[in-house]
């Protein structure tokens, strides 16, 4: 199953890009994969299980923003799952009611309800570069193509991000999402 496009039609016209609209779905669809991939973490609301340590009865959890805390369970040596009751998340930590707990298996929902302006912007920028950028060539890895008097070069940035995002949009993701998550994903 896809996931939704991080931006809209709608959203690049008002934005003043000047997507090809018998295009522009499949480009702001194609620009959301490759954001997603380079953001390392999921944008859009999504349930995701992580076991972690806790540290004086207290776990920071990864990847922000936390929408809901659904459950909380102790692990023991051998693995086993406890359910945890009394527990509070107060919006940056999650509290366990028994500091000698050392270590829970998370399950919470987290991402962004409303996609974030710069990432809504940044969607469109890359749709528009793809709109904008001629793949004859850049698919088989030509640097430069002549025609008797007409000749055209790629940017080598270009050839190398043809299926990724250029430095500076890195940086923009970079700049609108913070760090990438340091957990381990034990199913989501």
């Keep these: 199953m896809s996931l939704p496009a991080l931006a809209t039609a709608a959203d690049a016209a008002a934005l003043d890009y000047a997507l090809p609209p018998a295009r522009a779905d499949a480009l702001l669809a194609k620009a959301s994969v490759r954001i ?5 973490q999921p944008i859009t609301p999504s349930t995701v299980v992580v076991q972690l340590d806790s540290e004086e009865g207290s776990v920071v959890l990864p990847a922000p923003p936390v ?3 659904q459950q909380v369970q102790a692990v023991t040596a051998a ?3 406890t359910v945890v009751t009394g527990w509070v998340w107060d919006g940056e930590r999650l509290r366990l009611p028994d500091p000698c707990t050392t270590r829970v298996q998370v399950t919470y929902q987290r991402g962004w309800t409303v996609v974030p302006d710069g990432l809504v912007d940044l969607t469109c ?3 528009q570069r793809l709109a904008d950028t001629p793949t004859t060539g850049m698919a088989t890895g030509i640097r430069s ?3 008797d008097d007409y000749s ?3 940017a080598v940035e270009q050839l190398d991000a043809a299926g990724d995002l250029l ?3 890195r940086t923009a993701l970079a700049d609108a999402l913070g760090a990438a998550p340091t957990a381990w994903v034990v199913k989501s």
């Design 145 to 147: 193509e002549q025609i």
């Design 167 to 169: 430095p500076g949009e």
């Design 152 to 154: 055209v070069t790629y």
């Design 79 to 81: 693995g086993t799952l």
């Design 67 to 69: 929408i809901t805390v």
């Design 36 to 40: 997603r991939r380079a953001a390392g």
């Design 125 to 127: 920028q890359v749709a």
